[in-house]
């Protein structure tokens, strides 16, 4: 099975109030169709090592690999175009427009990617939309929502150009327990079934020992795995 996404020694500063070392020799492989989980505690790095991870911060040393491609030292304009290909995103809260429909947010996406025309953008938005078990909502201002049916609105926001990542920051940290289970459910099987890599920082033990590996970080290291 392929490596997905591959780091070699990566390191972080921040420099207020002072000099800080954040991150500290993070060498990482993570293969495709895995379920990971990021652990530590507040302030161990991880949050950090996931925007690294994204390709949304570019101020570190070492190397970052995803999909093969190598991307350290590329332009912004290249990242944005490359996470939005390659990456998808899911955050302890949805982000969705609310005034918008959940299918049109779903859409957005791949609108933007300019790859589908706009109906088939609209087929992809429905089946992904199915998938998560909410095709019956798609025509619903996403503020008339729960909480979960909106946290699904935007993991079918997250698949809809088939991401080879999908990167979670505590995905599902605004949720009540039932809709806890509900999207760890989802995101199993979308490794088990579709063969989804996911990346995930979380405080839920639960949720962490249920998925298919553990990282556990501690003042800017990796400690276990």
């Given at each position: 099975?392929?490596?997905?996404?591959?780091?070699?020694?990566?390191?972080?500063?921040?420099?207020?109030?002072?000099?800080?070392?954040?991150?500290?020799?993070?060498?990482?492989?993570?293969?495709?169709?895995?379920?990971?989980?990021?652990?530590?505690?507040?302030?161990?790095g991880k949050s950090t090592l996931m925007y690294v991870l994204s390709t949304m911060d570019t101020d570190?040393?070492?190397?970052?690999?995803?999909?093969?491609?190598?991307?350290?030292?590329?332009?912004?304009?290249?990242?944005?175009?490359?996470?939005?290909?390659?990456?998808?995103?899911?955050?302890?809260?949805?982000?969705?427009?609310?005034?918008?429909?959940?299918?049109?947010?779903?859409?957005?996406?791949?609108?933007?990617?300019?790859?589908?025309?706009?109906?088939?953008?609209?087929?992809?938005?429905?089946?992904?939309?199915?998938?998560?078990?909410?095709?019956?909502?798609?025509?619903?201002?996403?503020?008339?929502?729960?909480?979960?049916?909106?946290?699904?609105?935007?993991?079918?926001?997250?698949?809809?150009?088939?991401?080879?990542?999908?990167?979670?920051?505590?995905?599902?940290?605004?949720?009540?327990?039932?809709?806890?289970?509900?999207?760890?459910?989802?995101?199993?099987?979308?490794?088990?079934?579709?063969?989804?890599?996911?990346?995930?920082?979380?405080?839920?033990?639960?949720?962490?020992?249920?998925?298919?590996?553990?990282?556990?970080?501690?003042?800017?290291?990796?400690?276990?795995?």
């Amino acid at each position: 099975m392929e490596f997905v996404l591959r780091t070699t020694g990566i390191g972080k500063y921040f420099y207020e109030p002072e000099k800080f070392k954040v991150l500290d020799e993070i060498s990482l492989e993570v293969r495709q169709g895995e379920f990971l989980s990021l652990i530590g505690k507040s302030g161990c790095g991880k949050s950090t090592l996931m925007y690294v991870l994204s390709t949304m911060d570019t101020d570190y040393e070492g190397q970052l690999e995803i999909s093969g491609e190598r991307l350290t030292g590329k332009d912004q304009n290249y990242l944005a175009a490359f996470r939005n290909k390659h990456i998808g995103f899911i955050f302890q809260f949805h982000y969705l427009l609310p005034e918008f429909t959940a299918l049109q947010n779903v859409m957005i996406p791949a609108l933007k990617l300019g790859k589908y025309s706009r109906k088939e953008v609209e087929d992809r938005a429905y089946e992904k939309l199915n998938i998560l078990g909410v095709k019956d909502q798609a025509l619903k201002a996403t503020s008339k929502l729960s909480g979960g049916q909106q946290q699904r609105v935007a993991i079918a926001r997250a698949l809809i150009n088939d991401p080879d990542i999908i990167m979670g920051d505590e995905p599902t940290g605004n949720l009540d327990s039932y809709n806890t289970q509900v999207v760890f459910d989802i995101l199993d099987e979308l490794t088990q079934v579709y063969k989804q890599t996911i990346i995930a920082v979380t405080h839920d033990e639960e949720f962490a020992r249920k998925s298919d590996r553990i990282v556990e970080m501690s003042d800017g290291r990796i400690v276990s795995e």
